[in-house]
Every structure is written in C-alpha cells, then in structure tokens.
C-alpha cells in the first residue's frame, strides 16, 4: 500500500515552504457473504478530486474540472480481498476491468470490458482505486457447490480522506445530483 498511498507533499506557513510525507490508514475490514440470488454491483471506481464530489456538484462544472486522465497520483485507496471459499464468476466474483485505472474520468465502463476475478480459497487480489470493478451477480441455485461467496475486505486509504469524503465517495452521483442544496453545503462544510 505504502507504495501508492504515502506522498511528499507541501504547503506554505507564513513564507516558509513546509514538506510533508504522508502516510495511509486502514480505512475498513469486511466480510462479504454473497448468497444466491444476489445482484450485480454496478461497476464503479474511486475517481480522485481536489475537492469533494458534492463540492463539485453545487458548481455544476463536474465533467470540466475532472476530465483529465486519471495517473498514479490520483490513486486515493487501494483495496484487497481474501477469498473465503472459492470464488467463481457464477458465484459473484468481482469483476474488474483491466487497464481502467489508466482512463480518463468521464469513460464509461462497460460491463463486456470487465473480467470476473476467480480465487480458490485463501487467495487474494488486490485492486487500485481508479480501476472500475463491481461485484458479481450470483446465478448458483441453493444447495450448489460454492453457492455461498465468502470475501475478506481490506481498504487502505491516504491519509488526508477524511469521513465527509468517504462518505461522498459511497453515494452515486445521480443520487447526489437529487439531494437539496442545503444537504450538500452540509456535506462540503
């Protein structure tokens, strides 16, 4: 993680240019019991901003300000999961779709271009934040081997994301874009 996550950055104090290294969080551990029947997640990513999402969104100039291609500087999160049973793409496994981290923002994911990830049990896979990924659907019927998908999550994150921009980062935008003005000014405040 320390290798996408931890950044020099700087900033002024009065007239005195001070450096900074940064470092990274352990932001969340979760387990995922997936059982059959379950839907598709949406494919998604963790686009970086200079400001929040609902910051951008109240000046209405998203696409303009974030069109840029994404680098290895915009990655906020890296993330892991552990398979705890084998994890096949009938039983939901996540897909991912190779090369999206290097996108720029406004490409649109398609769900053809994504790969599902297939882990025996113990297993890992690491994803950076800019790369669009989404859990699968499960199509296993009850009683099937490896019906149920058990995931370990793991989420690192810099050290700046703060809540209020985990929070945003949880929220579609076209949920967002519904809120009323006042929420968002609580959201960026």
Not at 46 to 54: D, E, F, G
Request: net charge negative; proline share 7%.
């Amino acid at each position: 993680m320390e290798h996408f996550l931890v950044r020099e950055t700087w900033d002024w104090l009065s007239d005195e240019k001070r450096v900074r290294k940064g470092s990274y969080w352990l932001q969340a551990c979760n387990g995922y019991r997936v059982r059959p029947g379950a839907t598709a997640q949406y494919l998604h990513r963790y686009a970086p901003s200079p400001c929040s999402l609902a910051e951008a969104l109240l000046k209405k100039d998203f696409a303009e300000r974030y069109s840029d291609s994404i680098n290895s500087d915009s990655v906020n999160l890296v993330g892991g999961f552990v398979a705890g049973t084998d994890v096949t793409a009938r039983n939901g496994g996540t897909n991912i779709i190779p090369g999206s981290h290097l996108w720029p923002i406004d490409r649109i994911p398609r769900p053809e271009e994504a790969v599902a990830a297939q882990l025996k049990k113990g297993d890992g896979v690491f994803w950076l934040s800019t790369i669009f990924h989404g859990a699968g659907a499960n199509v296993c019927q009850p009683g099937e081997p490896d019906a149920e998908r058990m995931m370990y999550g793991y989420f690192g994150t810099i050290d700046t994301l703060r809540q209020p921009d985990l929070q945003i980062l949880s929220v579609p935008p076209e949920v967002v874009l519904k809120m009323p003005e006042i929420v968002l000014r609580m959201v960026v405040s």
